[in-house]
């Protein structure tokens, strides 16, 4: 083996920093979705949202970076699942009595189950929407809109496919859960993946402990309202 | 006598390393508040031996919180439920009359139990032998004042020193990870003007002994800082992760 795949494969140290750079990637990518999911809010019976959808799946740079992100996605799962099996192998005979909630935050100890309950979210999700999308699972209406240059453009009415889907309270009930436990991920994995990365300094761990706040608090609130807004407008 | 207490004792019994262990009961009568926990254990000890039972097997050595011997797992937290304290350090007044009180060895596969409560935790001295010390073949020993050091570092590399090695950071961590021991001694090291010439080196054999002993890896729980003894921080280990990527993208080793 080389020094980098002995690196990030057989040491402790580099394992974490594959889980801390596609953790801190995939964050960047959920601000990205939430900037586009709020176009699902305007008032004009999808269009802005159509549109979106529509750019979002046919630029080609968008497209390539949407491949990394699956490539990630796959990465965060496979090391975090090898690094869960490693740490439960290091300890085969636990303790009768544990009280671990004193010294550590619920967060840090849940990581894998909150991890895996994203990853069934996930799942559900792009079985949803992805794949009626895609017309693998369902066949989408075409609508057709007039841009201000008066050109026209037909497109996949994916906003009426959202609209239908966050009516169902058990569609709803699954994305405010979803994003429970991805606020509860954020909140240990954020600024963990700093410390992975060995980024602590009282000059900016002030910093990281805000911008994590966003991560772990408002990004997953502003995925959770959008499906409840649309669900009691 | 008043003020003094009778406890249910639930402790670990394990003959030797290659036997099953079990929890037992003993009875703890008559502790008086400003015993020791060891102290208490040498009164039950006492009384089993009467009795013709085994005593229950501790380590323990200088009973003042210094040498890091007395590992024990006290209601599901080592060291017990007081911070920045040894098993030694740990009084009877933490407890009241009447409880139960259950009493493990560290648990990590990297610490086999040998007998009771005693582990082997030779697995500290062998990542050490790796790298944490300081080799200086020749000469007479320099003037201290002529090494100019900063006094906020040498604050730093001396709250890193103060690791006893006493286990705890690994009994306390959900994946038995060593981390926050290795990074005590990596992060005293690096900050001081000895440690340059095998700054490299050192941070990456000590991993890799760290790895070969079978602790976990370390997620950032800080379970580890918590009961510390000589609370040892988190920006020890950020400090060495930072030492291992540099000494792996620059390092002479191929």
Not at chain 1, 118 to 123: A, D, P, Q
Not at chain 1, 148 to 174: A, Q
Not at chain 2, 121 to 140: E, L
Request: glycine content about 8%; overall charge neutral; aromatic content about 10%.
């Amino acid at each position: 083996m080389s020094w980098f795949t002995k690196t990030v494969f057989s040491t402790s140290v580099g394992r974490k920093v594959i889980m801390a750079l596609t953790g801190l990637f995939l964050c960047t990518f959920l601000a990205v979705h939430l900037a586009g999911n709020f176009q699902l809010l305007h008032q004009d019976g999808g269009e802005a949202f159509n549109l979106y959808t529509k750019f979002m799946t046919s630029n080609p740079l968008i497209k390539a970076i949407s491949y990394v992100n699956f490539a990630f996605i796959l990465a965060h799962v496979v090391w975090g699942a090898y690094i869960t099996y490693k740490n439960k192998s290091a300890r085969s005979v636990g303790y009768a009595v544990n009280n671990p909630g004193k010294t550590s935050s619920f967060s840090s100890r849940w990581m894998g189950v909150l991890g895996t309950m994203i990853l069934i979210f996930l799942v559900i999700h792009l079985k949803d929407f992805k794949m009626a999308y895609l017309g693998i699972t369902k066949d989408l209406p075409m609508v057709t809109y007039t841009l201000e240059n008066d050109e026209k453009v037909i497109v996949k009415d994916m906003f009426s496919e959202v609209n239908l889907e966050f009516h169902e309270p058990i569609v709803v009930g699954i994305y405010v859960i979803g994003m429970i436990a991805l606020g509860f991920h954020l909140f240990h994995g954020f600024q963990s993946a700093f410390q992975s990365l060995g980024l602590r300094h009282p000059k900016y761990t002030p910093i990281i402990k805000t911008v994590g706040f966003v991560f772990w608090g408002l990004i997953p609130f502003g995925f959770a309202i959008i499906p409840l807004i649309i669900f009691f407008r | 006598m008043s003020g003094h207490m009778n406890l249910t004792l639930k402790v670990w019994r394990q003959k030797d390393a290659k036997s099953t262990g079990k929890l037992e009961n003993y009875e703890a009568k008559d502790i008086s508040p400003d015993m020791s926990f060891l102290e208490m254990i040498d009164v039950v000890n006492e009384s089993l031996i009467k009795k013709g039972v085994e005593p229950i097997a501790f380590d323990h050595d200088c009973r003042e919180g210094i040498c890091g011997a007395c590992s024990m797992y006290i209601n599901g937290e080592a060291h017990g439920p007081k911070r920045a304290i040894t098993t030694c350090q740990l009084h009877m007044r933490s407890f009241h009359d009447g409880e139960t009180i259950t009493i493990e060895p560290w648990r990590a596969n990297a610490f086999p139990v040998i007998k009771d409560l005693v582990v082997d935790r030779s697995a500290f001295d062998r990542i050490i032998q790796a790298g944490g010390y300081v080799s200086v073949n020749t000469g007479v020993t320099i003037d201290a004042n002529s090494i100019p050091i900063e006094k906020e570092i040498a604050d730093d590399a001396m709250d890193a020193a103060a690791c006893i090695g006493c286990g705890a950071c690994v009994a306390a961590c959900k994946n038995a990870s060593a981390t926050l021991f290795l990074s005590a001694k990596v992060s005293q090291l690096a900050l001081l003007p000895q440690g340059q010439a095998e700054r490299q080196i050192r941070v990456e054999a000590m991993i890799d002994q760290m790895e070969e002993e079978g602790f976990g890896n370390c997620t950032n729980t800080e379970a580890c800082s918590a009961v510390c003894p000589k609370e040892i921080g988190q920006h020890h280990i950020a400090r060495m992760n930072r030492e291992f990527f540099g000494a792996k993208l620059s390092s002479p080793k191929k």
